[in-house]
T-cell receptor, first 115, second 115 residues
Framework: GAGVSQSPSNKVTEKGKDVELRCDPI?????LYWYRQSLGQGLEFLIY????????KSGLPSDRFSAERTGGSVSTLTIQRTQQEDSAVYLC?????????????FGPGTRLTVT | AQSVTQLGSHVSVSEGALVLLRCNYS??????LFWYVQYPNQGLQLLLK??????LVKGINGFEAEFKKSETSFHLTKPSAHMSDAAEYFC?????????????FGRGTSLIVHP
């Protein structure tokens, strides 16, 4: 596709349920990032994938959060046993990280509401 | 370690007035610097970037920013604000760490443009 896509655009779930958020990066981009954006806050880094290297998980807030990236393309962010404080917009970005480019291309985000 | 400070969570200007959004950074190595814009219910979009070439960087929509190493600043300006410039603006810094680039974002500045 022409840009980064994310699905679903909105997700409402009950506390304690698991959710999966999907990101389709720009074709050919080797780097993929997940961020969390809470109301009035900046972007909180969650996890970073670069090619076939082990992901940088240093931003994941708890072991309820996990992510995978299959075939170097699509990524899924999973939140287990959701809590109300998980409510936020989850943004995915991809980057070519080549030739000094490094800028990120963002998807429109998934708005997660935990009731 | 890298960090970004955006002074002022909200900036209000009149249409046609100068826009100045402030960003100061901290980085242990020469950084890459970015400004992104986020319109309501959308992902972030790159406005401009500094990657060690010209210190005055021109971006889209008439915005520009100047890298000042001595002041560790990368302020965003536009000579004349338009109503369509109303949005959230994020400054970000990125430096190489073991071959990976994970940007750090500021908390954002909401630009309000009134007639």
């Amino acid at each position: 596709g022409a840009g980064v896509s994310q699905s679903p655009s909105n997700k409402v779930t009950e506390k304690g349920k698991d959710v999966e958020l999907r990101c389709d990066p720009i074709s050919g981009h080797t780097a993929l990032y997940w961020y969390r954006q809470s109301l009035g806050q900046g972007l909180e880094f969650l996890i970073y994938f670069q090619g076939n290297s082990a992901p940088d998980k240093s931003g994941l807030p708890s072991d309820r959060f996990s992510a995978e990236r299959t075939g170097g393309s699509v990524s899924t962010l999973t939140i287990q046993r959701t809590q109300q404080e998980d409510s936020a917009v989850y943004l995915c970005a991809s980057s070519s990280n080549a030739g000094g480019t490094y800028e990120q291309y963002f998807g429109p985000g998934t708005r997660l509401t935990v009731t | 370690a890298q960090s970004v400070t955006q002074l002022g969570s909200h900036v209000s200007v009149s249409e046609g007035a100068l826009v100045l959004l402030r960003c100061n950074y901290s980085s242990s190595v020469p950084p890459y610097l970015f400004w992104y814009v986020q319109y309501p219910n959308q992902g972030l979009q790159l406005l401009l970037k500094y990657t060690s070439a010209a210190t005055l960087v021109k971006g889209i929509n008439g915005f520009e920013a100047e890298f000042k190493k001595s002041e560790t600043s990368f302020h965003l300006t536009k000579p004349s604000a338009h109503m369509s410039d109303a949005a959230e603006y994020f400054c970000a810094v990125s430096e190489a760490s073991g071959g990976s680039y994970i940007p750090t974002f500021g908390r954002g500045t909401s630009l309000i443009v009134h007639p």
